[in-house]
Nanobody, 117 residues
Framework: QVQFVESGGGLVQPGGSLTLSCAASGFTFSMYAMGWHRQAPGKERELVAMISRDGTNTEYRDSVKGRFTISRDNDKNTLLLRMNSLKPDDTAVYYC??????????WGQGTQVTVSS
């Protein structure tokens, strides 16, 4: 079945960097655009960045443009998110999935990112 395993989160000071990784399985990874989503406490989950099937096109929400970089390795079924210049507002649980998941889409456990001094 479809499975996502996110990793790489942690506690980082403002201005710091982290790289998140997602291992996907159970479907033909290279056939799908993919995205990173996040959910902060008390807020709805939001799409942060997305990447096309072949990795040539990317899009970012305005709040992370110029700081986050999404990439993928279709040979390894892996999705990455490089996050620089982190801010306290980036604190959230981060998930990988398709950009527009249905209500019944499987989600991984996510990885916690905490930006705090």
């Amino acid at each position: 079945q479809v499975q996502f395993v996110e990793s790489g989160g942690g506690l980082v000071q403002p201005g710091g960097s982290l790289t998140l990784s997602c291992a996907a399985s159970g479907f033909t990874f290279s056939m799908y655009a993919m995205g990173w989503h996040r959910q902060a406490p008390g807020k709805e989950r939001e799409l942060v960045a997305m990447i096309s099937r072949d990795g040539t096109n990317t899009e970012y929400r305005d709040s992370v443009k110029g700081r986050f970089t999404i990439s993928r390795d279709n040979d390894k079924n892996t999705l990455l998110l490089r996050m620089n210049s982190l801010k306290p507002d980036d604190t959230a649980v981060y998930y990988c999935n398709v950009p527009s998941p249905s209500p019944t889409t499987t989600w991984g456990q996510g990885t916690q990112v905490t930006v705090s001094s």
